[in-house]
Structures are given as structure tokens and as C-alpha cells.
């Protein structure tokens, strides 16, 4: 249960957003969110078509050497405890997005339980060191798509420290090493590239903004030759997604 401290903290959220107010740049117009599900994968629809999200592409195309990692690591906890531990992660990073959307977009949001206090010291630290060098803002949760080959969703396009940049959100049961991060950088990478192509921009800049439940903030910035690197990474991916899966017949 939250004491009236926590629930202070959660009005002083406000008052910090009505301080660092950040400006909305209504220059682009982003499709609305629809999603589905083909053989248990997320796809969304664009217009006429079905495409592919980036994580299922990444997923698809990922090395034996990491599904082997992870089946070690299940095997290694039991499978009962991996559960939890991916579920609870998977609810406190749900979590934490909603209140990060919410302060963005200067809507009031509280979470009661035990999971969004947590997600809410979370956010907090994602404001005070991340947000804090975004001034100005496209969109919040924008659906963005490279028309014939894939789609998804990323959490902010923003101006962060004077570039245009994607931005995405990620929370953490520890902190990272860059090197083990390559995947959140290739969805960057694919968000620009997307971006770029539908809104004739030229975002050449990745930000991940992440937080461990321990409130241990990270921040990881991709661009220049090492952006260029992922867009031609994940392109690859891209192809390999549509040379290997199965023909349809018929």
C-alpha cells in the first residue's frame, strides 16, 4: 500500500512535467495502433497490409548461439522460477511505459500496486536523467512502418540533446554492458530507418533510456558509424526473415 509519501511523490511528478514541460512538435501524423496475431507472431496492420514487427523479424533471425544462451539460463533457474522472473520484468517494464507516456503527454496516471511504485521510482530516474535533455517531442507510442517489409513501435521520436533521435524505454533486472544491448540498437536502427522513409527525415540517432529495478539508470546513445552499422545489420535480418520463412501456397 502506498503511504502519503509515495503518493506525494506522485503529484510532485506533475509539478516536475509543469517545470520541464516538453513541447509537442505536431509535424508528423503517425497511423493508429492495430495489431495481430499470424501463427502466434505480432503483425500490424498498415493500411492493405500485414507486416511483420521488428521484434518478430529479430526473434526469427536470432542465432543458435543466443536461443541456446537462453535455454541454459531457463534451464539453470527451473522453469518455474524463468516464468516468473520474464513475467514480472515484462510487468514492471509495462508499467514503467505507462507512467513515462502519461508524463510525456502531462496526464495524470497512478499505479496502486506493488508492481507500479516499483515502475514509478523507475520512471522517476529515467526523467530526471534521461527526459530531462528532451526539450521538444513528434510523438509518444508511435506505430512506424517500411512499407513491404516490417512495422512497430517505439516509445518516442524526439529532439534529445539538439538531434532528432528515436527513443526507447527499456527496464532491466541488472545493468548492461553495451555489447549485450545489440537487439534494442537494431530496433532503433529499424525505427529510423522506417521513419525516414515514410516522413522523408533523417534521424541518424538511437537513445535507449533504461532503468534496472534496483533504479540504476543507463543511458546508451547509437549513432554515427555505429547507426549505420545496425541499419545495415538489421537489413540483413530483414532479408534472411524473408528468405528462410515458409511459401505460402495456394
Known amino acids: 500500500m502506498m503511504s502519503d509519501k509515495d503518493i506525494e511523490e506522485y503529484h510532485n511528478l506533475g509539478k516536475e512535467y509543469e517545470r520541464k514541460k516538453m513541447i509537442h512538435k505536431n509535424q508528423y501524423i503517425y497511423p493508429k495502433t492495430v495489431r495481430e496475431a499470424i501463427e502466434g507472431k505480432r503483425h500490424y496492420v498498415i493500411k492493405t497490409e500485414k507486416l511483420p514487427s521488428v521484434t518478430t523479424i529479430l526473434s526469427a533471425t536470432e542465432s543458435a548461439e543466443k536461443r541456446e544462451a537462453l535455454a541454459r539460463w531457463r534451464e539453470s533457474k527451473g522453469e518455474e522460477i524463468a516464468t516468473r522472473i520474464v513475467d514480472e520484468s515484462a510487468a514492471r517494464g509495462t508499467a514503467m511505459h505507462k507512467i513515462l507516456e502519461k508524463y510525456i503527454l ?65 527496464q532491466t533486472n541488472k ?76
Open 106 to 170: 502531462q496526464q495524470g496516471y497512478i499505479d496502486l500496486t506493488t508492481v507500479g511504485q516499483q515502475a514509478h521510482n523507475m520512471a522517476i530516474r529515467v526523467i530526471e536523467q534521461g527526459l530531462c535533455n528532451v526539450p521538444e517531442y513528434y510523438g509518444t507510442e508511435c506505430t512506424l512502418y517500411y512499407p513491404g517489409l516490417y512495422a512497430g513501435q517505439t516509445d518516442l521520436v524526439a529532439v534529445h540533446k539538439g538531434k532528432d533521435a528515436i527513443i526507447d524505454f527499456k
Open 175 to 250: 545493468p548492461k554492458k553495451r555489447e549485450w544491448i545489440e537487439d534494442y540498437c537494431l530496433q532503433l536502427a529499424a525505427y529510423a530507418m522506417a521513419h525516414n522513409f515514410i516522413y522523408k527525415t533523417q534521424i541518424e540517432k538511437g537513445v535507449i533510456m533504461m532503468c534496472s529495478k534496483d533504479n540504476f539508470y543507463q543511458e546508451f546513445v547509437v549513432e554515427g558509424k555505429e547507426f549505420q552499422k545496425y541499419k545495415h545489420n538489421f537489413l540483413r535480418r530483414v532479408d534472411e526473415y524473408y528468405r528462410t520463412r515458409p511459401k505460402k501456397t495456394g
